[in-house]
T-cell receptor
Framework: DAGVTQSPTHLIKTRGQHVTLRCSPISGHKSVSWYQQVLGQGPQFIFQYYEKEERGRGNFPDRFSARQFPNYSSELNVNALLLGDSALYLC?????????????FGSGTRLTVV | TQLLEQSPQFLSIQEGENLTVYCNSSSVFSSLQWYRQEPGEGPVLLVTVVTGGEVKKLKRLTFQFGDARKDSSLHITAAQPGDTGLYLCAGGTSGSRLTFGEGTQLTVNP
């Protein structure tokens, strides 16, 4: 079984540009969450989607947006990139009850903003 | 804002030693999850504890959830170089998000 897949694995962008990151959850998982992990810190919650609806939003500016598609894959979009957006962006999928059974994370997209 | 504080932040020990990592908060969590993360990879779930006072064992790893569900600990017995990694605790609430601690970077030297 394929795990959570994220693309691309690495990305270099210039300040002010826009970026789209993609995530495919484990087959059968309808919930996708996005996290930002800055070097040396724990992941910070950005969004959660379940059945194509936003179920939670972290403390991130409106430059960050996301959506979930009918096949439960998801995109994270970041506009007007800043140097501080450089981080590892992680996608996690879960079945209902992720709080009880845990989340499966992808390997992440390493975004570098120059 | 819910915060989870992990200690120590860094730990370097010799193979065969025991260690304990702590995860503390002033907030109550419905569940507490422990993950291990290796460089260039996403976190991998080790265990979930949901009941106050719960103790779970995974081979040489012992996890405990505090009675008040505000804190947790991870104890590793006879650490091995393969245990090297970033250990993250994460608290779950009735909502959808996990609140992660800053992590404990463990290095086990042969």
């Amino acid at each position: 079984d394929a795990g959570v897949t994220q693309s691309p694995t690495h990305l270099i962008k210039t300040r002010g540009q826009h970026v789209t990151l993609r995530c495919s959850p484990i087959s059968g998982h309808k919930s996708v969450s996005w996290y930002q992990q800055v070097l040396g810190q724990g992941p910070q919650f950005i969004f959660q989607y379940y059945e194509k609806e936003e179920r939670g939003r972290g403390n991130f500016p409106d430059r960050f947006s996301a959506r979930q598609f009918p096949n439960y894959s998801s995109e994270l979009n970041v506009n007007a990139l800043l140097l501080g957006d450089s981080a590892l962006y992680l996608c996690a999928s879960s079945s209902p009850g992720g709080q009880l059974y845990g989340y499966t994370f992808g390997s992440g997209t390493r975004l570098t903003v120059v | 804002t819910q915060l989870l504080e992990q200690s120590p932040q860094f730990l370097s020990i010799q193979e065969g030693e025991n260690l304990t990592v702590y995860c503390n908060s002033s907030s109550v969590f419905s569940s507490l999850q422990w993950y291990r993360q290796e460089p260039g990879e996403g976190p991998v779930l080790l265990v979930t504890v949901v009941t106050g006072g719960e103790v779970k064992k995974l081979k040489r790893l012992t996890f405990q959830f505090g009675d008040a569900r505000k804190d947790s600990s991870l104890h590793i017995t006879a650490a091995q170089p393969g245990d090297t990694g970033l250990y993250l605790c994460a608290g779950g609430t009735s909502g959808s998000r996990l609140t992660f601690g800053e992590g404990t970077q463990l290095t086990v030297n042969p």
